[in-house]
């Protein structure tokens, strides 16, 4: 399945120099999911420790939900979810928060388009584990 290799297509774009534009493959795609996240970013930021009414987003990859250190504002609901953040589940939260994790606080409706989600999960990736990083904390 093409969304089980979109993270490798994403560190290949990197190693090859390019650090914004990742070669779109109909997965994800980095620049566009760029764009998506602007939806985001009035409740979070991509910085190391920088909560908005979110947690920072940074490093969220790979990570248990609801440990971002610093942040004090979780739902019960989400820290007890067991949820670690993946493709796999932040397609589904990013689709539907609620239907994901009943009772979360994340005031959200949801991103319907499997294109968009996949762009944004491409881009969310990168920037939470990636050299993308420095440049989301500059912008
Ligand atoms: C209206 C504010 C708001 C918007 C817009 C929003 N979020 Fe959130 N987000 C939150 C809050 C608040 C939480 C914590 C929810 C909880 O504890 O139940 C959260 C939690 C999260 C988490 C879990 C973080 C962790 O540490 O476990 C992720 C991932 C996330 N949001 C991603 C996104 C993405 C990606 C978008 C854009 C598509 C987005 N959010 C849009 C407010 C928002």
């Not at 762009?119 to 990168?126: E, I, K, R, W």
Request: net charge positive.
């Amino acid at each position: 399945m093409a969304l089980a290799s979109f993270g490798r297509i994403v560190l290949l774009g990197l190693a090859g120099g390019v650090s914004f534009v990742a070669p779109s493959h109909g997965a994800g795609d980095v620049e566009r999911g760029a764009r998506a996240s602007r939806s985001c970013m009035a409740c979070h930021s991509f910085a190391p420790g920088r909560h908005l009414t979110g947690p920072s987003l940074a490093g969220m990859w790979g990570r248990r939900a609801g440990t971002a250190t610093g942040f004090g504002r979780y739902s019960d609901a989400l820290k007890r979810s067991e949820i670690v953040w993946n493709e796999k589940t932040l397609d589904g939260w990013l689709r539907n928060p609620a239907a994901l994790i009943p009772d979360n606080t994340m005031l959200f409706d949801g991103i319907p388009d499997p294109g968009t989600r996949a762009d944004l999960l491409a881009y969310l990736q990168a920037v939470s584990e990636g050299p993308l990083r420095r440049r989301a904390r500059a912008a």
